[in-house]
């Protein structure tokens, strides 16, 4: 029996070396028992099992391995950043940028000195002669700058404070000179808008409120004694003419009776 077995091997190994099939190079175990070995075709001694694997999830799962969502009941926006959208800064109140007194560089007015003066036609529908002058600002900017009011004196070398203003009517004029600085003299004979034109208030001027004198007459007294328990007392030069009705607020102390 083991002569046959030992043939059946040495067969079975010729076939395979001589090309029936390829198989890959291994030690030869033997699949029969040595002479007065154990139970046949026991399986020859190994290194140990490994433990059994738990079933429990891993403390650190991999990177690759998809994240289980948790919804959130609150907006976490605040917390991450902002997502692709610029951050607005904190709102300063600051002036807005005008381009057309960029000359200016910032400043509210400049002094400058005149190099031409001459007059300009305005654009339709408008008509009339509009003075106007080419000024040098104190940075070296040359500009064309607007004079108000009626009449002025202003010539080449003139010592001017420019501001700035547009004047729509007049093309490339975005600036203004200021009345009553330096050598530009006031308007002569402004009463109305006197601050725009450089005039000072005169002398002997009163308030409106100083012009008028203030009168009562018998029902102003009576109702404010009603009002205020105090009794007012004046005297004959202050009594108001008779039939004089005095604008002021309605004022009722009793409730009129009712036509029947």
């Known amino acids: ?43 020859a001694p190994s290194a140990p099992a490994p433990p059994a694997r738990s079933l429990a999830p891993l403390v650190h799962p991999s990177p690759w391995q998809p994240r289980r969502l948790e919804v959130r009941q609150f907006s976490t926006r605040n917390l991450a950043g ?25 400043a509210a007015n400049r002094k400058g000195v005149c190099t031409k003066v001459f007059i300009q036609n305005p654009k339709k529908p408008n008509s009339g002669l509009r003075k106007v002058c080419y000024v040098r600002l104190s940075n070296g900017r040359v500009i064309k700058a607007y004079i108000p009011g009626i009449g002025h004196n202003l010539q080449v070398h003139s010592v001017v404070m420019v501001r700035g203003g547009r004047r729509r009517e007049l093309i490339g004029c975005n600036y203004t000179c200021m009345r009553g600085q330096y050598d530009l003299l006031p308007v002569k004979n402004r009463g109305s808008r006197r601050s725009k034109y450089g005039v000072k208030r005169r002398a002997d001027f009163k308030p409106v409120v100083q012009r008028f004198k203030s009168i009562t007459t018998n029902v102003d007294r009576r109702l404010h004694f009603y009002r205020t328990g105090e009794e007012l007392t004046i ?4 009594s108001p003419p008779r039939g004089l009705r005095v604008p002021r607020a309605r004022v009722t102390y009793r409730r009129p009776k009712k036509k029947a």
């Open 1 to 43: 029996m083991q002569r046959a077995m030992m043939s059946l091997s040495r067969r079975f190994a010729s076939q395979l070396s001589g090309g029936l099939c390829r198989a890959p190079a291994f030690p030869a175990q033997r699949l029969w028992p040595a002479p007065g070995a154990g139970a046949p075709f026991a399986p």
């Open 82 to 106: 902002r997502l692709f959208y610029k951050r607005r800064p904190k709102m300063v109140p600051t002036s807005k940028f005008n381009p057309r007194s960029k000359w200016l560089e910032g």
């Open 235 to 238: 005297g004959a030069d202050e």
